[in-house]
């Protein structure tokens, strides 16, 4: 798992896009399992119910917050086993989420892309989103769970000084 903050800003097409990535040793089926079924997110995130298809709407909850609140979520695009793109309303936070996966080696690497309309709040975001994705680790791996006291406030310096940056191999 993350010990220290590894998240980056990159320009987007409406903003900074915050991104953050893990990599698995396991084949990319195994992992969109992990990302995508209702089961497997609820080790990790928390459960959703609803028909998860593209231009549907589903409920998430997020089971390791307080009073572990279920909100909606649009399902945007969907393209198994290597994209999916999620929104969130603004009463939910409005979040616009991407989760891409590629896979080489026997690696599969998940990159996780919050797509931002402001770096305000960043610092909040980032140890959030390094949190879950351990969480995704640990349960992937069958290790204890972290706790988010070891992400915030301790990552926050980190996300408040990001700047947008361009992303490797965009010289």
């Given at each position: 798992?993350?010990?220290?903050?590894?998240?980056?800003?990159?320009?987007?097409?409406?903003?900074?896009?915050?991104?953050?990535?893990?990599?698995f040793?396991?084949?990319i089926?195994d992992?969109?399992?992990?990302?995508?079924?209702?089961?497997?997110t609820?080790?990790?995130?928390?459960?959703?119910?609803?028909?998860?298809?593209?231009?549907?709407?589903?409920?998430?909850?997020?089971?390791f917050?307080?009073?572990?609140?279920?909100?909606?979520?649009?399902?945007?695009a969907?393209?198994?086993?290597?994209?999916?793109?999620?929104?969130?309303?603004?009463?939910s936070?409005?979040?616009?989420?991407?989760?891409?996966?590629?896979?080489?080696g026997?690696?599969?690497?998940l990159?996780?892309?919050?797509?931002?309309?402001?770096?305000?709040?960043?610092?909040e975001?980032?140890?959030?989103?390094?949190?879950?994705?351990?969480?995704?680790v640990?349960?992937?791996?069958?290790?204890?769970?972290?706790?988010f006291?070891?992400?915030?406030?301790?990552?926050?310096?980190?996300y408040?000084a990001?700047?947008?940056?361009?992303p490797?191999?965009?010289?």
């Open positions: 798992m993350t010990s220290s903050p590894i998240g980056r800003l990159f320009p987007g097409a409406t903003g900074p896009d915050l991104v953050l990535t893990r990599t040793r396991a084949p089926e992992v969109w399992a992990s990302v995508t079924e209702s089961d497997r609820a080790r990790w995130f928390g459960p959703w119910e609803g028909d998860a298809a593209p231009g549907r709407t589903i409920k998430m909850q997020m089971a917050e307080d009073q572990q609140p279920w909100f909606d979520v649009r399902v945007d969907c393209d198994p086993p290597r994209r999916l793109s999620l929104s969130t309303s603004e009463e936070g409005g979040w616009r989420l991407e989760l891409v996966l590629s896979e080489a026997g690696r599969t690497e990159r996780f892309v919050h797509h931002l309309t402001t770096t305000e709040g960043v610092g975001m980032g140890p959030g989103w390094e949190y879950y994705l351990d969480m995704l640990a349960a992937r791996d069958g290790l204890p769970a972290p706790t006291d070891d992400y915030y406030p301790s990552m926050k310096p980190y408040d990001l700047t947008p940056s361009s490797p191999g965009d010289d």
